[in-house]
């Protein structure tokens, strides 16, 4: 199993449910840091890896090593992202860019990467986290919204392309998730935390499922936001 973005709070507390016999390897930049990380993850052999998820020339670069050190690829998480800064993003076209970059374009590369790989063999198990920010965008986060939006379609089309081939791909859709990555804001309703994210993922895995929505009730929720006037959605915060 391999977790991409191994400094992930969500990614390590899904490795510590996966783990029991496994082998681990968390994958992310300066991996002389990931010592809290590997520490985290007891139940396994745990190793780690180089991997820049905005470096996608270098995607397949990092599989062919990975694989090459520790055998075809099982379980693939991609978990890594950024939240960007939505006032700043609006004035500077470059942060805009490169959020969209790292949410949504590394994704696609390195999903491409990995889908083509496990469906040679007849097998594998991807999973992706998308958000209920993509459902529909926001005034307040736009930018990482339109990124997630994105995201969630190319996954969901790549689940259908990868339908019979014995690979499971699996969309996760959180709400807001309480963790480093959204230090210092107010807690949305019905808000989870990377624990109970990484639970639902494990559990959906498990059953074979194909979409999972954290917590379950935000699914209904998902659906109502189409019908929310323009003039009311607008002014409602992140």
Do not use: C
Request: net charge positive.
């Amino acid at each position: 199993m391999v977790i991409f973005g191994g400094r992930s709070e969500i990614g390590v507390e899904l490795a510590v449910r996966l783990a029991p016999g496994a082998v681990v390897v968390l994958a992310a930049r300066r991996t002389d840091q990931l010592v809290e990380q590997v520490a985290a993850v007891r139940a396994a052999a745990v190793h780690v890896a180089e991997f820049d998820a905005d470096d996608t020339a270098g995607h397949a670069g990092v599989v062919d090593a990975i694989e090459a050190a520790h055998g075809p690829i099982d379980t693939a998480v991609l978990a890594f992202g950024v939240l960007g800064d939505q006032d700043r993003a609006e004035v500077d076209a470059a942060h805009a860019v490169a959020v969209v970059h790292t949410d949504y374009v590394a994704q696609v590369g390195l999903l491409t990467v990995l889908a083509q790989r496990m469906r040679t063999r007849d097998r594998g198990r991807l999973v992706v986290f998308s958000s209920i920010a993509g459902a529909r965008a926001r005034r307040a986060n736009y930018v990482y919204g339109s990124a997630k939006s994105g995201l969630d379609a190319f996954a969901s089309g790549l689940t259908d392309a990868l339908h019979g081939t014995g690979v499971q791909l699996l969309i996760v859709r959180p709400g807001f998730v309480i963790g480093r990555m959204t230090e210092g804001m107010e807690p949305a309703p019905f808000s989870s935390t990377p624990a109970q994210v990484a639970e639902a993922t494990a559990k959906a895995l498990a059953r074979g499922k194909r979409a999972v929505w954290v917590p379950w009730v935000i699914r209904p929720m998902i659906f109502v936001t189409r019908f929310v006037p323009r003039p009311i959605w607008r002014r409602l915060p992140r």
